[in-house]
């Protein structure tokens, strides 16, 4: 069974400050690893990866995979509140476009 | 920028009543997924839909579901006899041919008494 876990499941750090999110996958036929922000309802698509070792960013948004050792992070720096929400991953199969979800993690930024 | 929207933003429906979702994707998408997220719990993949027709779903997506392009823009979802535990946020997501990115709307949230 396709597996994605992410850690950690709560963060709770000051603006300004640096996070990283993991996130492991177990996929058969894997794709591509996915990251989402979900603030109140729809997940918002950050970044698509595809290729190991190619460093994606947005602003202050960046994220990685490793293929080989099947994980991704996703890093925010200087942190700001608005950067509060559940950060979601997911995997991408091959064989068809179903996306397997992590739980996600729970970032709160304070002031 | 264009977005994936759904109707209604919250139903609420009596258990074993048929209710129905829409959504309309992004226009030059192809791929369309149905989504669902129980409270507190993980977004469960339910099923995908391409080229008029079912390419995947998951257990999850039994015979009280189903899914249909009824015109050029609506995707719908189908429930013909909610339960209790089909109380969840559905999504409705599509993408484009090439890049796979899949874009979510603001979901449905489905309350069954």
């Known amino acids: 069974e396709d597996k994605v876990v992410q850690s950690p499941l709560s963060l709770v750090v000051h603006e300004g400050d640096t996070v990283t999110l993991n996130c492991s996958y177990e996929v058969t036929n894997f794709r591509s690893l996915l990251w989402y922000k979900q603030e109140k309802k729809a997940p918002t698509f950050l970044f698509m990866l595809t290729s190991s070792g190619i460093e994606k960013k947005s602003g202050r948004l960046s994220s990685i995979l490793d293929k080989k050792e099947l994980f991704s992070i996703l890093n925010i720096t200087a942190t700001q509140t608005g950067d509060s929400a559940i950060y979601l991953c997911?995997?991408?199969?091959?064989?068809?476009?179903?996306?397997?979800f992590g739980e996600g993690t729970q970032l709160t930024v304070n002031p | 920028e264009p977005e994936v929207t759904q109707t209604p933003s919250h139903q609420v429906t009596q258990m074993g009543q048929e209710v129905i979702l829409r959504c309309v994707p992004i226009s030059n998408h192809l791929y369309f997924y149905w989504y669902r997220q129980i409270l507190g719990q993980k977004v469960e993949f339910l099923v995908s839909f391409y080229n008029n027709e079912i390419s995947e779903k998951s257990e999850i997506f039994d015979d009280q579901f189903s899914v249909e392009r009824p015109d050029g823009s609506n995707f719908t979802l189908k429930i013909r006899s909610t339960k209790l535990e089909d109380s969840a946020m559905y999504f409705c997501?599509?993408?484009?041919?090439?890049?796979?990115?899949?874009?979510f709307g603001q979901g449905t949230r489905l309350t069954v008494v």
């Open positions: 997501a599509s993408s484009e041919p090439r890049s796979l990115e899949a874009f």
């Open positions: 997911a995997a991408q199969e091959t064989s068809g476009s179903r996306l397997t």
